[in-house]
T-cell receptor
Framework: DARVTQTPRHKVTEMGQEVTMRCQPILGHNTVFWYRQTMMQGLELLAYFRNRAPLDDSGMPKDRFSAEMPDATLATLKIQPSEPRDSAVYFC??????????????FGEGSRLTVL | GEDVEQSLFLSVREGDSSVINCTYTDSSSTYLYWYKQEPGAGLQLLTYIFSNMDMKQDQRLTVLLNKKDKHLSLRIADTQTGDSAIYFCAERSSGFQKLVFGTGTRLLVSP
């Protein structure tokens, strides 16, 4: 059963600490997205990759956030230093990236981050 | 830029029909989507419609697209308590697979 896997599912940390969230996309998918969900802002696109190359990270605060794909099976989202306003659920999603297809994205279950 | 708007909340009784509305701004959208999010879970695709279609029906779901007004709706017939969730409208912008999501509509179905 192919699915997107995210770790950790829950993370509580103190302000100023580094946080790293990981995502394993569905095997064979070549587009990966990071979204952040909060009550106030809804679902915001932070960054996305195609064939491991970053295509758009304009939604990400550059001073503290970084997103990478070290290889095709791993995407990471790092926050350093973390702040209370970063508290949210972070979703990773992957897709097959073919223009001809429907563009469906498959979402992980999310990483719930609480920064105290 | 792209923008997708939805009402925040809808409450219906079990057995009634639910209609969730969405407006978008990108006239070059190729596909429009409805995703469902249950508590504590990620989003799952419910249905989608290609921009050259006006309507799509899939069992209890009916999607209507008005391209002129850039309005999309999702109708759920015979709504059940298990349909209680957040429903997101999304558009696919031109180019790759980037999806822009609306704020989500929380549907509450009461017995």
């Amino acid at each position: 059963d192919a699915r997107v896997t995210q770790t950790p599912r829950h993370k509580v940390t103190e302000m100023g600490q580094e946080v790293t969230m990981r995502c394993q996309p569905i095997l064979g998918h070549n587009t990966v997205f990071w979204y952040r969900q909060t009550m106030m802002q809804g679902l915001e696109l932070l960054a996305y990759f195609r064939n491991r190359a970053p295509l758009d990270d304009s939604g990400m605060p550059k001073d503290r956030f970084s997103a990478e794909m070290p290889d095709a099976t791993l995407a990471t989202l790092k926050i350093q230093p973390s702040e209370p306003r970063d508290s949210a659920v972070y979703f990773c999603a992957s897709g097959s990236g073919q223009v001809a297809n429907t563009g469906e994205l498959f979402f992980g279950e999310g990483s719930r981050l609480t920064v105290l | 830029g792209e923008d997708v708007e939805q009402s925040l909340f809808l409450s219906v009784r079990e057995g009634d029909s639910s209609v969730i509305n969405c407006t978008y701004t990108d006239s070059s959208s190729t596909y429009l989507y409805w995703y469902k999010q249950e508590p504590g879970a990620g989003l799952q695709l419910l249905t989608y419609i290609f921009s050259n279609m006006d309507m799509k029906q899939d069992q209890r779901l009916t999607v209507l697209l008005n391209k002129k007004d850039k309005h999309l709706s999702l109708r759920i017939a015979d709504t059940q308590t298990g349909d209680s969730a957040i429903y997101f409208c999304a558009e696919r912008s031109s180019g790759f697979q980037k999806l822009v999501f609306g704020t989500g509509t929380r549907l509450l179905v009461s017995p």
